[in-house]
DNA sequence: GGCTATGCTTTTTTT
DNA sequence: AAGCATAGCC
């Protein structure tokens, strides 16, 4: 393998790193594979390759990387910038989905789609779903749209079609759902819209199938670099074949104990066949970690050694011994946000951490609001990311709809999300109408309603309010068609459509509606922020491809949450890391999920409470709730199983999903090991709304916080 | 067609 | 608890 080695002249950058980290650093041709624990410095060695490709010569337009989640592509933004300076802006870099997006608007016509394709999100995948058991006359009672949804995502992502999946399929769910998945493509492709997954794979087969496409692509992009690479997907990764063609110069980077998307079609054995797949390939591990203290990684291998199926390594400690690790017993959700939130309060008022240091790490979305309220009740600022963020609130994904509208004016998504809101007379009868006849004649909703509102076949009251609405949309139509800038357009939208009174009408409580006026008006910071990212390149397309993609480039929140806690599923955290994390709900039945232990993937979720523990960098606190309200209802829980592992021993053999609801977590076996944890629950009861520490692991007589 | 009251379901993680 | 769908009234 002929591996030109990076130029003098790149030296000084080489200079701050371990001789692992160098040799990575500097291999830049040919296909290589980092391994690369938790905290082994990763983003360094990515970051700096990418300057050396630079000082070499090769342009920034030559280079591609690509990442995972928005949040990654950021963070490897900024740190590209600073390794590299100005000089790298001219990288490709975003996430899979991203690129796929730009790639099928540039080549649109060469396969069949139109210019500015509606993206199929979360939201509208639920109303495609709905339609589509509603047209295989399947009831949402035998089939839940969730269940349909999440069935079907992985089999899209497996590369199966609805013909290969009823094959496969064994049981009548198979069969059900497979009939339900080719409803679903089918008006997919009456709304002409791409799904999260179709972005991928039409993607692929534009570079299978136009030759002249791909070959464009190896040779404008020729140096490839996957972050995560134990996350990819199989249409993923045959894209990144595809355009690494066959000069290979690819680097992929990642670690199997890390892979957490097994649930999206991930397969973290892709890793370790890269050496098969791309042969000749250099491999370079990454074994010392700079980032967390010993405690903390002590902690991280006390889980991760529990995993079965999984490449050994060992990470070194670089750090040194440094706070102990804590876990804490909470009354219930409440208590657990005031104790964070209390012992945040103190470090920030102390001047002990600045609040971007700090992270409060959760598994589900249920899980947050608790903490985002007693943050915002004490004043500190914070940045939330997931279900209740900017991109899913109701107002927002109203004038989000109303401007798809704007652009697309075929797309039923958004058209049936907003042809009423707020109410202007076209009721449920005239859209059931519209849309029947519309699937029946496999014709575009849109039409189907101008036509009938002009053929007098709905009610007079239907007619007027569609016709008031298409004045305000062709307004905003022209405004945008004038080069109107953004934020100006959609206040004029706004305006028109008489949002602010919708919100009055939906939110008779002062307080909720101010809340709700303010969020939707956030939305004019968000398109302000993005027309000062993309200058002229921006344009209503890209905008909404943004909102859909939930790139958080220009959140509005954007400035404030430059010094902000970060509250942050533990998915959306990976590639991060924190001074100070606190890990809330390590609780059966959260972490491990309830649901994963049915399904047989408790290993993903120690490999999850693995990536959460090494967000740490110097303090580490874990909580979980004696008992926490579900469904209204207050239930008893039990700590994690892997706060147990964290004490010296490995669970006993035997040990199974517990979980159901009301019984105590318990070893299988009758007689083995007891519960370690029921004197502190006792403790922590009878304490009067105070914390127990309920265990350190190495205790350096730390007083407990807020005591 | 719009509004309100009542009942029913809900919980994985990301793009 | 809260959000969502349905039913029944204006």
């Given at each position: 393998?002929?591996?030109?080695?990076a130029?003098?002249?790149?030296?000084?950058?080489l200079?701050?790193?371990?001789?692992?980290q160098?040799?990575?650093?500097?291999?830049?041709?040919?296909?290589?594979?980092?391994?690369?624990?938790?905290?082994?410095?990763?983003t360094k060695?990515?970051?700096?390759?990418?300057?050396?490709?630079?000082?070499?010569?090769?342009?920034?337009?030559?280079?591609?990387?690509?990442?995972f989640?928005?949040?990654?592509?950021?963070?490897?933004?900024?740190?590209?910038?600073?390794?590299?300076?100005p000089?790298?802006?001219?990288?490709?870099?975003?996430?899979?989905?991203?690129?796929?997006?730009?790639?099928?608007?540039?080549?649109?016509?060469?396969?069949?789609?139109?210019?500015?394709?509606?993206?199929?999100?979360?939201?509208?995948?639920?109303s495609?779903?709905?339609?589509?058991?509603?047209?295989?006359?399947?009831?949402?009672?035998?089939?839940?749209?969730?269940?349909?949804?999440?069935?079907?995502?992985?089999?899209?992502?497996?590369?199966?079609?609805?013909?290969?999946?009823?094959?496969e399929g064994?049981?009548?769910?198979?069969?059900?759902?497979?009939?339900?998945?080719?409803?679903?493509?089918?008006?997919?492709?009456?709304?002409?819209?791409?799904?999260?997954?179709?972005?991928?794979?039409r993607?692929?087969?534009?570079?299978?199938?136009?030759?002249?496409?791909?070959?464009?692509?190896?040779?404008?992009?020729?140096?490839?670099?996957?972050?995560?690479?134990?996350?990819?997907?199989?249409?993923?990764?045959?894209?990144?074949?595809?355009?690494?063609?066959?000069?290979?110069?690819?680097?992929?980077?990642?670690?199997?104990?890390?892979?957490?998307?097994?649930?999206?079609?991930a397969?973290?054995?892709?890793i370790?066949?890269?050496?098969?797949?791309?042969p000749?390939?250099?491999v370079?591990?990454?074994?010392?970690?700079?980032?967390?203290n010993?405690?903390?990684?002590?902690?991280?291998?006390?889980?991760?050694?529990?995993?079965?199926?999984?490449h050994?390594?060992?990470?070194?400690s670089?750090?040194?011994?440094?706070?102990?690790?804590?876990?804490?017993a909470?009354?219930?959700?409440?208590?657990?946000?005031q104790?964070?939130?209390?012992?945040?309060?103190?470090?920030?008022?102390?001047?002990?951490?600045?609040?971007?240091?700090?992270?409060?790490?959760f598994?589900?979305?249920?899980?947050?609001?608790?903490?985002?309220?007693?943050?915002?009740?004490?004043?500190?600022?914070?940045?939330?990311?997931?279900?209740?963020?900017?991109?899913?609130?109701?107002?927002?994904?109203d004038l989000?709809?109303?401007?798809?509208?704007?652009?697309?004016?075929?797309?039923?998504?958004?058209?049936?999300?907003?042809?009423?809101v707020?109410?202007r007379?076209?009721g449920d009868?005239?859209?059931?109408?519209?849309v029947?006849r519309?699937?029946?004649?496999?014709?575009?909703?849109?039409?189907v309603?101008?036509?009938?509102?002009?053929?007098?076949?709905?009610?007079?009251?239907?007619?007027?309010?569609?016709?008031?609405?298409?004045?305000?949309?062709?307004?905003?139509?022209?405004?945008v068609?004038?080069?109107?800038?953004?934020?100006?357009?959609?206040?004029a939208?706004?305006?028109?459509l008489?949002?602010?009174?919708e919100?009055?009408?939906?939110?008779?409580?002062?307080?909720?509606?101010?809340?709700?006026?303010n969020?939707?008006?956030?939305?004019l910071?968000?398109?302000a922020?993005?027309?000062?990212?993309?200058?002229?390149?921006?344009?209503?397309?890209r905008?909404?491809?943004?909102?859909?993609?939930?790139?958080?480039?220009?959140?509005?929140g954007?400035?404030?949450?430059?010094?902000?806690?970060s509250?942050?599923?533990?998915?959306?955290?990976?590639?991060?890391?924190?001074?100070?994390?606190?890990l809330?709900?390590?609780?059966?039945?959260?972490?491990?999920?309830?649901?994963?232990?049915?399904?047989g993937?408790?290993?993903?979720?120690?490999?999850?409470?693995?990536?959460?523990?090494?967000?740490?960098?110097?303090?580490?606190?874990?909580?979980?709730?004696?008992?926490?309200?579900?469904?209204?209802?207050?239930?008893?829980?039990?700590?994690?199983?892997?706060?147990?592992?964290?004490?010296?021993?490995?669970?006993?053999?035997?040990w199974v999903?517990?979980?159901k609801?009301?019984?105590?977590?318990?070893?299988?076996?009758?007689?083995?090991?007891?519960?370690?944890m029921?004197?502190e629950?006792?403790?922590?009861?009878?304490?009067?709304?105070?914390?127990?520490?309920?265990?350190t692991?190495s205790?350096?007589?730390?007083?407990?916080p807020?005591?």
């Open positions: 393998m002929a591996s030109r080695r130029p003098a002249n790149a030296a000084a950058l200079s701050g790193l371990n001789p692992e160098r040799r990575a650093a500097e291999t830049l041709d040919g296909p290589l594979l980092v391994l690369a624990g938790a905290g082994t410095g990763k060695v990515v970051t700096t390759r990418i300057a050396a490709l630079l000082a070499r010569g090769v342009p920034a337009s030559a280079i591609l990387a690509v990442t989640t928005n949040k990654a592509a950021r963070e490897m933004r900024e740190r590209l910038l600073k390794a590299a300076g000089a790298a802006e001219g990288v490709t870099l975003g996430t899979f989905h991203a690129f796929c997006v730009r790639l099928l608007r540039e080549h649109h016509r060469l396969i069949g789609l139109q210019k500015s394709f509606p993206i199929c999100d979360a939201a509208d995948q639920q495609v779903i709905r339609a589509a058991l509603r047209s295989v006359s399947v009831a949402e009672t035998s089939l839940h749209p969730r269940a349909a949804q999440a069935r079907i995502s992985l089999w899209k992502s497996r590369m199966s079609d609805p013909a290969a999946a009823a094959r064994g049981g009548d769910q198979d069969l059900l759902a497979a009939k339900v998945f080719g409803a679903y493509e089918a008006e997919l492709a009456r709304r002409r819209m791409l799904d999260f997954d179709d972005l991928l794979l993607s692929l087969r534009l570079l299978r199938e136009h030759e002249k496409v791909r070959a464009g692509l190896e040779e404008r992009f020729q140096y490839l670099l996957v972050d995560e690479y134990q996350d990819t997907n199989r249409p993923q990764y045959e894209i990144v074949r595809a355009i690494a063609g066959k000069r290979r110069n690819l680097m992929v980077v990642g670690d199997d104990d890390q892979s957490i998307y097994a649930w999206r079609g397969d973290h054995k892709r370790l066949d890269f050496e098969r797949d791309f000749g390939a250099a370079v591990r990454l074994e010392t970690n700079y980032r967390s010993e405690e903390i990684l002590d902690a991280a291998n006390k889980v991760i050694r529990n995993n079965l199926k999984r050994v390594k060992t990470l070194r670089s750090r040194g011994s440094g706070a102990a690790v804590q876990a804490f909470c009354d219930d959700e409440e208590h657990e946000a104790f964070v939130v209390a012992d945040l309060a103190e470090l920030l008022r102390s001047g002990a951490a600045r609040p971007r240091d700090c992270a409060i790490l598994r589900t979305q249920t899980q947050p609001r608790p903490f985002e309220t007693e943050l915002r009740a004490q004043g500190i600022a914070v940045r939330v990311s997931g279900a209740q963020s900017f991109f899913d609130r109701k107002e927002i994904r989000a709809a109303f401007l798809r509208l704007v652009a697309r004016p075929h797309d039923e998504s958004a058209l049936l999300r907003v042809v009423n707020p109410p007379g076209i009868v005239s859209i059931e109408k519209v029947e519309a699937a029946a004649q496999g014709r575009d909703a849109a039409g309603f101008a036509e009938m509102s002009a053929a007098g076949e709905l009610p007079e009251a239907a007619a007027r309010g569609w016709s008031r609405l298409q004045a305000a949309l062709a307004a905003a139509r022209a405004e068609k004038a080069g109107a800038p953004l934020p100006q357009t959609v206040a939208l706004i305006e028109a008489q949002y602010r009174a919100i009055e009408r939906c939110y008779p409580e002062n307080a909720a509606r101010e809340t709700r006026w969020g939707a008006l956030e939305i910071d968000f398109a922020a993005h027309e000062r990212h993309h200058g002229r390149d921006s344009s209503l397309d905008f909404l491809d943004e909102l859909s993609l939930r790139s958080e480039e220009g959140d509005p954007e400035k404030e949450a430059a010094d902000a806690v509250l942050t599923t533990i998915h959306s955290a990976k590639g991060l890391e924190f001074e100070r994390v606190w809330v709900g390590c609780e059966e039945g959260i972490l491990p999920h309830r649901r994963s232990a049915l399904e993937g408790v290993e993903e979720e120690r490999r999850l409470m693995y990536v959460a523990v090494t967000r740490a960098k110097s303090h580490l606190t874990m909580t979980f709730c004696q008992r926490r309200a579900l469904r209204g209802v207050y239930k008893a829980r039990h700590p994690s199983r892997f706060l147990l592992e964290l004490k010296e021993k490995p669970p006993p053999a035997g999903a517990c979980e609801e009301n019984q105590p977590m318990e070893p299988a076996e009758p007689g083995a090991s007891q519960s370690p029921p004197t629950r006792k403790k922590a009861r009878a304490s009067l709304g105070r914390p127990r520490k309920a265990r692991e205790s350096t007589g730390r007083e407990p807020g005591s």
